[in-house]
């Protein structure tokens, strides 16, 4: 006898009916085969054996109204967790909210990348159906594509989200789904975007802060922690506490967060009437199959994710649900519980209604198009785990979790039935680009799109074989950091010539060129990271767009900029300010400016552009007031231009000794911004101090050892030298 959730009668309040539709496997859903009516049997018996065979009708009681709150917790395993039988950390608060909650033992994730996976749960569809495959390069279109927080606010619901992570910001589009949307994670340089994040705690008291404003006005939220995700530094006690294992004082501590938070939902006397999921977006390698984080491989450590949900009024508390379910089974069991009606097109099912019969679709694109891998695919039912691979697996899931022994010669059957289930997915889900004609036209004129990218059509290589390589980019990124950054690159060089389709390892490259000035060089090697990866084309365009800038080919730069104004529209629109910054048209600088404000307000790269062009029209006040209000983000966290942009201002405005301060606070920070010696050498110049001002140009070049940085240097010379 399977469990499954007991069924509460229809209350007072109304009642929902929620049938188990059957996974689906293509879109549009292919009919369910109806038996022919055969002699003697009445259409109401038929009726009856289907919905005995095929579908178990029960009836979820419905909270209308009731606040919905979905807490993510990134990167959480779900077998390290003590709810699901780990021993090694402690987490009191999710071990109480387990006992208000139904726990689902076998929860997957359908993708082991954040913003897919959250895209995923919260439109209900799988990446292939809501076309957001991977961190970077597939922007969500929140207006095609129906969202838990989009349909709760058509009825009635107010919707917020704070996140944690720079990968979750607003501009990837997940922002237009939610009215409001908290994601002021700081944006630090020479940092991996993915490990950009805020602390939880900051996170959870902007949830609380909105929570409190909606009154008795029916809300839902999406409060996200990213504690569990690398680094691991958990702070103390938990730093201490768990020294052999950093990962799970992390866990710890995100623990913690959800207790406060938990706490004040329960002060504000919304806990006990609202529906809450609790989750993870997936899980994290930990070496098992030599993978440390998470994203290249499918396996289950990286699949399955901690799942519980509590319902108002105590409802089915402390109970659990073997049946297999996915993460796209949050939108239908919310739809259900509020009794509203969820869109026709959604593969998932109520997670009050699960079945035996599931099989949950999973991906990753990200071995394709950073590493020059294959793609993965798998299945996973109450049984199996199969993943289409170059060289395929099959794991018995009850007896081998830890998936060590492929079973697929010797289980051909359940291998060739799992492979055509998931071949009857469609050849969409196998494509890895969806770059839009537009785009192509782009980058094609820009001789992006050439030979090299259909090189990806010839066999690629099956990631378990090469895993050992993001070793050796490791180490070589090593190298970089200890300051031989020469070594580095030899390294990053060998490991493109032994894979030129690994996108990541180009970037590297290019990085490490850039930092020992070798724009052109860099260039380059970001050109070839877009060619073997037109859908990262965004982010490397911007990088060749701010390297032309440099270079003073101005036209060069706007044309990059412009190719990453639909992935990262505000870097975009900020490059396109300084481009028009060059050509002195302020006009335009401002209206760019103002653009990438209208999609951030609080981007601190765009202020400073706006700083500047006041600067520029003498509205220094304004310039000035602008800065003063970015000071406190910049003591934390230095914002490139900004001490140049306040120097600027002091040397026009006859302040000279404060402008000194503010022109050498730049170079230290950021001593590839060569306008910033140039200045300081003009203030020392007037001021009589030849010397200083000759040192101060010796140091530009000193630390930018490239033709350009000379050139510069020696026009700054000429022109100072033809003043008195
Ligand atoms: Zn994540």
Same mark, same amino acid.
């Given at each position: 006898?399977k469990?499954?959730?007991?069924?509460?009668?229809?209350?007072?309040?109304?009642?929902?009916?929620v049938?188990?539709?059957?996974?689906?496997?293509?879109?549009p859903?292919p009919?369910?085969?109806?038996?022919?009516?055969?002699?003697?049997?009445?259409?109401?018996?038929?009726?009856?054996?289907?919905a005995?065979?095929?579908?178990?009708?029960?009836?979820?009681?419905?909270?209308?109204?009731?606040?919905?709150?979905?807490?993510?917790?990134?990167?959480?395993?779900?077998?390290?967790?003590?709810?699901?039988?780990?021993?090694?950390?402690?987490?009191?608060n999710?071990?109480?909210?387990?006992?208000?909650?139904?726990?689902?033992?076998?929860?997957?994730?359908?993708?082991?990348?954040?913003?897919?996976?959250?895209?995923s749960?919260?439109?209900?569809?799988?990446?292939?159906?809501?076309?957001?495959r991977n961190?970077?390069?597939?922007?969500?279109?929140?207006?095609?594509?129906?969202?838990?927080?989009?349909?709760?606010?058509?009825?009635?619901?107010?919707?917020?989200?704070?996140?944690?992570?720079?990968?979750?910001r607003?501009?990837?589009?997940?922002?237009?789904?939610?009215?409001?949307?908290d994601?002021?994670?700081?944006?630090?340089?020479?940092?991996?975007?993915?490990?950009?994040?805020?602390?939880?705690?900051?996170?959870?008291?902007?949830?609380?802060?909105?929570?409190?404003?909606?009154?008795?006005r029916?809300?839902?939220?999406?409060?996200?922690?990213?504690?569990?995700?690398?680094?691991?530094?958990?702070?103390?006690?938990?730093?201490?506490?768990y020294?052999?294992?950093p990962?799970?004082?992390?866990?710890?501590?995100?623990?913690?967060?959800?207790?406060?938070?938990?706490?004040?939902?329960?002060?504000?006397?919304?806990?006990?009437?609202?529906?809450?999921?609790?989750?993870?977006?997936?899980?994290?390698?930990?070496?098992?199959?030599?993978?440390a984080?998470?994203?290249?491989?499918?396996?289950?450590?990286?699949?399955?994710?901690?799942?519980?949900?509590?319902?108002?009024?105590?409802?089915?508390?402390?109970?659990?649900?073997?049946?297999?379910?996915?993460l796209?089974?949050?939108?239908?069991?919310?739809?259900?519980?509020?009794?509203i009606?969820?869109?026709?097109?959604?593969?998932?099912?109520?997670?009050?209604?699960?079945?035996?019969?599931?099989?949950?679709?999973?991906?990753?694109?990200?071995?394709?198009?950073?590493?020059?891998?294959?793609?993965?695919?798998?299945?996973?039912?109450?049984?199996h785990?199969?993943?289409?691979?170059?060289?395929?697996?099959?794991?018995?899931?009850?007896?081998?979790?830890?998936?060590?022994?492929?079973?697929?010669?010797?289980?051909r059957?359940?291998?060739?039935?799992?492979?055509?289930?998931?071949?009857?997915?469609?050849?969409?889900?196998?494509?890895?680009?969806?770059?839009?004609?537009?785009?192509?036209?782009?980058?094609?004129?820009?001789?992006y799109?050439?030979?090299?990218?259909?090189?990806?059509?010839?066999?690629?290589?099956?990631?378990?074989?090469?895993?050992?390589?993001?070793?050796?980019?490791?180490?070589?990124?090593?190298?970089?950091v200890?300051?031989?950054?020469?070594?580095?690159?030899?390294?990053?060089?060998?490991?493109? &010539?032994?894979?030129? +389709?690994?996108a @990541? !390892?180009?970037?590297? =490259?290019? /990085?490490?060129?850039? *930092?020992?000035?070798? $724009?052109?060089?860099?260039?380059?090697?970001?050109?070839?990271g877009?060619q073997v990866?037109?859908?990262?084309?965004?982010?490397?365009?911007?990088?060749?767009?701010?390297l032309?800038?440099?270079?003073?080919r101005?036209?060069?730069?706007?044309?990059?900029a412009?190719? &990453?104004?639909?992935? +990262?529209?505000? @870097? !975009?629109?900020?490059? =396109?300010? /300084?481009?028009?910054? *060059?050509?002195?048209d $302020?006009?335009?600088?401002?209206?760019?400016?103002?653009?990438?404000?209208?999609?951030?307000?609080?981007?601190?790269?765009?202020?400073?552009?706006?700083?500047?062009?006041?600067?520029?029209?003498?509205?220094?006040?304004?310039?000035?007031?602008?800065?003063?209000?970015? &000071?406190?983000?910049?003591?934390?966290?230095?914002?490139?231009?900004?001490?140049?942009?306040?120097?600027?201002?002091?040397?026009?405005?006859?302040?000279?000794?404060?402008?000194e301060?503010?022109?050498?606070?730049?170079?230290?920070?950021?001593?590839?911004?060569?306008h910033?010696?140039?200045n300081?050498?003009?203030?020392?110049?007037?001021?009589?101090?030849?010397?200083?001002?000759r040192?101060?140009?010796?140091?530009?070049?000193?630390?930018?050892?490239?033709?350009?940085?000379?050139?510069?240097?020696?026009?700054?010379?000429?022109?100072?030298?033809?003043?008195?």
């Amino acid at each position: 006898m399977k469990k499954s959730i007991v069924v509460i009668p229809s209350g007072s309040e109304g009642t929902g009916r929620v049938g188990a539709a059957e996974s689906r496997p293509r879109r549009p859903a292919p009919a369910r085969p109806v038996p022919s009516l055969t002699l003697g049997m009445t259409c109401l018996a038929i009726l009856a054996i289907l919905a005995s065979c095929t579908r178990r009708e029960t009836a979820t009681r419905v909270y209308k109204n009731a606040p919905v709150i979905i807490i993510s917790i990134d990167t959480l395993r779900a077998d390290h967790l003590p709810a699901y039988g780990y021993k090694n950390v402690e987490t009191p608060n999710i071990d109480r909210f387990r006992r208000d909650a139904t726990l689902f033992e076998n929860a997957y994730s359908h993708v082991p990348l954040t913003l897919p996976s959250h895209i995923s749960m919260l439109t209900g569809a799988l990446p292939p159906d809501n076309g957001v495959r991977n961190n970077i390069g597939y922007p969500f279109d929140a207006a095609r594509h129906e969202t838990i927080p989009s349909l709760l606010h058509k009825n009635g619901y107010a919707t917020g989200a704070a996140i944690s992570a720079y990968v979750l910001r607003g501009s990837t589009g997940i922002k237009n789904a939610f009215e409001f949307y908290d994601d002021a994670v700081e944006v630090r340089g020479g940092e991996a975007q993915g490990e950009l994040q805020r602390d939880g705690a900051t996170t959870a008291a902007i949830a609380e802060r909105w929570i409190g404003e909606q009154g008795d006005r029916p809300f839902f939220f999406l409060l996200h922690l990213f504690e569990p995700h690398s680094p691991y530094t958990p702070p103390e006690p938990y730093k201490s506490r768990y020294t052999s294992s950093p990962y799970d004082g992390e866990i710890a501590t995100a623990d913690a967060i959800v207790g406060q938070f938990i706490d004040d939902l329960k002060r504000k006397k919304i806990y006990d009437r609202a529906v809450i999921v609790l989750m993870s977006d997936h899980g994290e390698g930990l070496n098992e199959h030599g993978e440390a984080e998470h994203g290249i491989f499918l396996y289950r450590e990286e699949l399955h994710v901690p799942l519980m949900l509590k319902l108002p009024d105590n409802d089915q508390s402390n109970r659990s649900v073997s049946q297999p379910v996915g993460l796209i089974d949050i939108f239908p069991t919310i739809a259900a519980l509020t009794g509203i009606t969820p869109p026709a097109s959604l593969r998932g099912q109520s997670l009050l209604a699960t079945s035996a019969h599931r099989s949950l679709y999973a991906e990753t694109l990200y071995p394709r198009i950073h590493l020059g891998w294959s793609d993965l695919h798998s299945l996973i039912d109450d049984a199996h785990h199969y993943i289409k691979a170059p060289r395929p697996e099959l794991y018995d899931f009850p007896h081998d979790l830890a998936e060590r022994d492929n079973i697929l010669e010797r289980e051909r059957r359940t291998y060739a039935a799992m492979r055509q289930q998931l071949d009857a997915y469609g050849s969409e889900m196998q494509a890895p680009s969806n770059i839009d004609p537009e785009e192509a036209k782009k980058l094609a004129a820009l001789g992006y799109l050439s030979a090299a990218t259909t090189q990806a059509n010839g066999p690629l290589p099956d990631p378990k074989d090469r895993i050992g390589d993001i070793d050796a980019l490791r180490q070589a990124a090593r190298r970089e950091v200890s300051g031989d950054v020469a070594g580095a690159i030899a390294d990053y060089k060998r490991i493109v &010539a032994a894979n030129p +389709n690994f996108a @990541d !390892a180009w970037t590297k =490259l290019a /990085r490490a060129q850039t *930092s020992l000035g070798d $724009y052109e060089a860099a260039i380059e090697s970001y050109k070839r990271g877009i060619q073997v990866a037109p859908m990262l084309s965004g982010g490397n365009a911007l990088q060749i767009a701010s390297l032309f800038l440099n270079l003073g080919r101005i036209d060069d730069a706007e044309k990059n900029a412009h190719l &990453a104004e639909r992935s +990262n529209p505000i @870097d !975009a629109h900020v490059l =396109l300010g /300084r481009v028009a910054m *060059s050509r002195r048209d $302020y006009v335009r600088a401002e209206a760019e400016a103002k653009a990438a404000l209208g999609q951030q307000n609080d981007d601190r790269n765009a202020q400073v552009l706006l700083a500047q062009i006041f600067t520029e029209e003498h509205r220094f006040d304004e310039a000035m007031h602008i800065l003063d209000a970015l &000071a406190p983000h910049e003591a934390k966290q230095p914002i490139a231009l900004a001490d140049f942009a306040r120097g600027d201002i002091l040397a026009r405005t006859g302040h000279p000794e404060q402008a000194e301060i503010a022109f050498k606070r730049e170079i230290e920070l950021f001593p590839a911004e060569t306008h910033a010696y140039a200045n300081l050498a003009a203030l020392f110049w007037f001021e009589g101090r030849r010397d200083e001002a000759r040192q101060t140009i010796n140091l530009m070049v000193q630390k930018n050892p490239r033709p350009d940085a000379r050139a510069f240097a020696a026009r700054t010379l000429a022109d100072l030298s033809n003043q008195r």
